[in-house]
């Protein structure tokens, strides 16, 4: 997967891991980008370690599946590092 795929894949998978998470995450659509981004390696990183399946084709399933449930750990993490709690009322 090319430079920009590896991009357009970080800044889905960031978008989709915030509407899963509950509450209000900080950020804008840079710190998703920055945060899908990361989330993307690491979940490759992950499936690549444990699943044997790195990130390697844009289009199939696996690929999107790691790097969604990637961007969801950053997220969590990132959300604990600032203190993010959720939606306050």
Do not use: C, E, H
């Amino acid at each position: 997967m090319g430079f920009f795929g590896f991009l357009i894949l970080g800044l889905a998978a960031g978008a989709i891991a915030k509407f899963i998470l509950p509450g209000k995450q900080g950020g804008g659509w840079i710190a998703t980008l920055i945060l899908g981004v990361i989330g993307a390696f690491l979940g490759g990183w992950l499936g690549g370690l444990i699943f044997n399946q790195p990130l390697t084709d844009f289009w199939s399933l696996p690929t999107w599946i790691l790097a969604i449930v990637g961007s969801i750990i950053v997220l969590l993490v990132y959300g604990m590092i600032t203190g993010r709690k959720g939606a306050k009322s």
